[in-house]
């Protein structure tokens, strides 16, 4: 698949939140008019929308559904609050399965309110994992342990390298749980190459995510991620070391940005995709 310019967009996917601003039928019609064949999703505007109903709107516009986000949450200790995150997460499996996707991608949980206890914490996405893997094997989904930059440890995400995120994966089958390697959260990791490759050796690369980390930090940072080759990210080094893996599957653009957002949706993913191959390819 090529973009209006020759470039080759075969690999490319847009994820949702990139061009937020849209309703999940603009997506499908600004992703028709593009010529972008793939998407990732959120399941809040699938929720809206209704699961199945966005399943048949994506498969009838012949548009694949690379990834769905997110499950996860996954930290509590408290009985109760466990058995919440692990019915919500079953939930999520069913509706990544209802859009046709085979990807389930995971923030895994922060810290529990009042604790330090980050190997505990951990531990408990584990024993997560041990009952929802399962599950979502048999719905065809895998699930994508995501880790987060080290500074969502303790609200938002405990697993902050591909190294933790791994030592979790592989205690389960490849096909049931593997990782995301999100350019945004692991450039910095000096042991990202040797982990990556670790990854692949095992056929754990689940989502190859992309966007890049602008400075100064915009306030808000959760939503301060930026636009390709505005920033620190080498992205061409990072795909080639996916790459070296065998992975040859969709790479994801997913910018949480409110800039982006307050934008023409059309003209931002035309500059998305001008800037994956300019940049990332």
Request: charged letters at 25%.
């Amino acid at each position: 698949m090529t973009n209006s310019t020759g470039g080759d967009l075969s690999r490319f996917s847009i994820n949702q939140e990139t061009v937020r601003q849209w309703s999940l039928e603009e997506l499908v019609e600004g992703c028709t008019k593009t010529g972008v064949g793939r998407v990732g999703l959120w399941r809040e505007p699938v929720q809206k929308y209704g699961v199945e109903r966005a399943g048949r709107l994506f498969a009838d516009a012949g548009l694949t559904v690379t990834s769905l986000c997110r499950g996860g949450f996954l930290t509590a200790p408290d009985p109760e609050a466990r058995a919440r995150a692990l019915d919500d997460n079953r939930a999520a499996i069913d509706e990544a399965a209802g859009v046709h996707t085979d990807t389930l991608v995971l923030v895994s949980g922060g810290l529990p309110e009042g604790s330090k206890d980050l190997v505990g914490a951990r531990e408990r996405i584990a024993d997560a994992l041990a009952e929802l893997a399962p599950y979502a094997a048999e719905r065809g989904i895998r699930l994508a342990i995501e880790p987060l930059h080290p500074m969502f440890a303790s609200d938002r995400c405990v697993v902050s390298t591909l190294s933790q995120a791994l030592d979790i994966a592989e205690r389960f089958p490849a096909e049931q749980v593997g990782v995301v390697v999100d350019a945004y959260h692991v450039w910095w990791d000096d042991q990202a190459p040797a982990q990556i490759a670790r990854a692949g050796a095992g056929g754990r690369i689940h989502s190859f995510q992309l966007a890049d980390w602008i400075t100064p930090l915009p306030e808000g940072v959760l939503l301060g991620r930026g636009q390709l080759g505005d920033g620190s990210v080498d992205f061409r080094a990072l795909r080639t070391l996916v790459e070296a893996t065998g992975f040859d599957g969709p790479i994801e653009v997913e910018i949480f940005n409110e800039g982006l957002w307050a934008r023409d949706g059309g003209e931002v993913l035309a500059e998305v995709a001008a800037r994956f191959l300019e940049h990332a390819c």
